[in-house]
């Protein structure tokens, strides 16, 4: 029993205990930590939001740390395009309900050089608002929605809430979307709201292997309430690998025009302007790397197969959709949105949206998927609704205001 006492006591104490007890080593840390994620740049570009993009030559890149890459020839474009990318943008109908598309802020003060990468610039507060400096760049979260088998619980246990469109049930190889993008509001800092495409293979367990990317506002990440665009990866279910954006080795991106992890401009606009993105993610049947690309017109880069096992194959599940965290306690809601903050039957230009809703099957075609399952936990706060059309295809609206009358 005292024994337990200590125990609880000392892990409470703890992340206290070491930051204040040695603040010399913290600051050798987060300098470490610093030296390894920032590389030299070629030239460094001022974003009006305050980040700093510097262009690192393609070979310098933090990839190149991994040590089951120092021999690794990047490769600079993909070997294989899913079947009917092309086909589907010639084959786009105008349409009355249409968004525009949308690059990124820091554009307006310069670009990189060819044979360089934009990479947002890790500053020192940026370490000190993470748990740890060892943490920084990881999420604390350590479970996917899992819909066929949830129980959509009234509270999930970590207080991630989710409103998600998915398939399972075969091979995966890619997965694309469009999804507008909008910037929710935050109740407190240390909630995040995101809208992104999880692709998954595995069980469940802890050794999950997913890759993601979307847009997100997270103000422990990043120190404000912009809109980003980001990517995720892990291999054991966020626990030992994996990161954001390139905050560890792993992803090797290519394009020299978008930086990961740097605010999307503009945003959606609640009966205005609606602006979206394209991601679309493959993997290579040749090399078996998993190659992302950004609107019609940039590859980003691809994750090297051997980071992940299952993954290494195919992927067993694809997900679309919102995720936020609620912390408030004791049963009742936060505020922080997900998608534009209205609900889906509010429709377009009202509420967010997936469209044009897209797998890679085996025979590396991209296809409209045959059956769309949708999941929420709590459907009185953020819902999603799906259809089809011939202009957007398989699509879906979802978000909603998180705490309000519908949601107490
Ligand atoms: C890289 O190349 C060197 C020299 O050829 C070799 O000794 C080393 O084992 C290689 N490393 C990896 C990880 O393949
Ligand atoms: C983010 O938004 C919240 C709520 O709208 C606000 O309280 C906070 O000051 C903002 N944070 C920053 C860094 O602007």
Redesign the pocket.
């Known amino acids: 029993m005292g024994f337990l006492r200590l125990l609880l006591l000392v892990m409470v104490v703890a992340p206290w205990a070491v930051s204040s007890a040695s603040p010399a080593r913290q600051r050798l840390a987060v300098k470490r930590r610093l030296k390894r994620l920032n590389k030299p740049a070629v030239h460094s570009i001022q974003s009006p939001d305050g980040d700093t993009i510097d262009c690192v030559h393609v070979a310098h890149q933090p990839a190149f740390d991994h ?2 890459l ?2 690794h020839t990047v490769q600079m474009r993909p070997s294989f395009y899913p079947e009917g990318l092309n086909l589907e943008r010639e084959t786009r109908v105008e349409s009355e309900e249409r968004a525009s598309s949308i690059t990124q802020l820091w554009h307006l003060n310069g670009r990189c050089p060819e044979n360089t990468i934009p990479i947002r610039r890790t500053r020192e507060e940026d370490l000190l608002r993470a748990s740890s400096v060892k943490r920084y760049g990881r999420k604390k979260q350590r479970r996917v929605a899992r819909p066929s088998f949830a129980a959509p619980e009234p509270i999930n246990e970590n207080g991630h809430q989710h409103a998600i469109a998915y398939v399972e049930g075969d091979k995966y190889y890619g997965a694309r979307a469009t999804i507008n993008v909008w910037n929710p509001k935050i109740q407190q800092p240390n909630e995040f709201s995101l809208s992104q495409l999880w692709i998954l293979g595995g069980s469940f367990g802890e050794d999950l292997n997913s890759i993601e990317a979307g847009w997100q506002v997270s103000p422990d990440l990043y120190g404000d309430n912009n809109t980003r665009l980001f990517t995720y990866w892990t291999s054991d279910a966020y626990q030992a690998t994996g990161c954001y954006n390139l905050l560890c080795s792993g992803f090797i991106q290519v394009s020299n025009n978008i930086a990961m992890g740097a605010s999307i401009f503009p945003v959606s606009s609640y009966h205005g302007s609606q602006y979206d993105i394209s991601i679309l993610i493959w993997k290579d049947p040749k090399l078996g790397n998993w190659w992302m690309q950004f609107g019609n017109d940039y590859v980003l880069g691809y994750w090297p197969a051997f980071l992940f096992s299952y993954l290494a194959d195919s992927a067993s599940m694809v997900e679309w959709g919102g995720e936020v965290v609620n912390s408030e306690p004791d049963g009742q809601h936060t505020a922080t949105q997900m998608g534009s903050g209205h609900f889906p039957d509010e429709g377009f230009a009202r509420s967010s949206y997936f469209r044009n809703i897209q797998i890679v099957d085996p025979s590396n075609n991209l296809r409209t998927p045959r059956r769309l399952g949708t999941f929420t936990e709590q459907s009185n706060c953020y819902d999603v609704q799906s259809g089809d059309n011939d202009d957007w295809g398989c699509y879906f609206y979802f978000g909603g205001p998180g705490q309000s009358e519908r949601c107490p």
């Open positions: 040590p089951f120092k021999n």
